[in-house]
């Protein structure tokens, strides 16, 4: 986690942050990377599996052997709107009561506990489960 990217200016919020986890059950690990700072802007996602990859990003999607070699490519000009837009769209939406709002706040505690585990990660320097922070 960082705190001081932009040289000669002090501020206290983080600016960077790397999240490495795992879900044990499902044999699923990940690497999470948040910046304000860090260019060019940019949204994307990696999936590894052991029969290859997927990349997705705004207006590309591609299709990886597990090698490396590129084995299908899917673009679009006019690039698919922001995850992060959709939501606040979606939002506003729910607020006007023009959409229903399918999730409970409650559902997003497990999102708060993987935020609330990664701090203290940081704390205390080692892996910190997510469910230690939810009411089971």
Do not use: C
Request: no cysteine.
């Amino acid at each position: 986690m960082s705190a001081q990217a932009k040289e000669g200016i002090s501020y206290n919020a983080e600016d960077t942050v790397r999240v490495i986890f795992k879900y044990e059950k499902k044999r699923i690990w990940g690497s999470l990377l948040v910046s304000r700072v860090i260019p060019p802007k940019q949204e994307y996602l990696d999936v590894y599996g052991t029969r290859g990859i997927i990349h997705l990003e705004r207006g590309k999607i591609e299709r990886y052997l597990p090698n490396g070699d590129l084995i299908e490519s899917l673009k679009r000009e006019y690039s698919w709107p922001s995850a992060a837009q959709d939501q606040i769209e979606y939002f506003i939406k729910v607020i006007r009561k023009e959409k229903e709002n399918i999730s409970s706040p409650e559902f997003h505690f497990n999102h708060l506990a993987f935020i609330k585990a990664a701090y203290k990660s940081v704390q205390i320097n080692k892996y910190v489960n997510p469910k230690e922070f939810l009411d089971l």
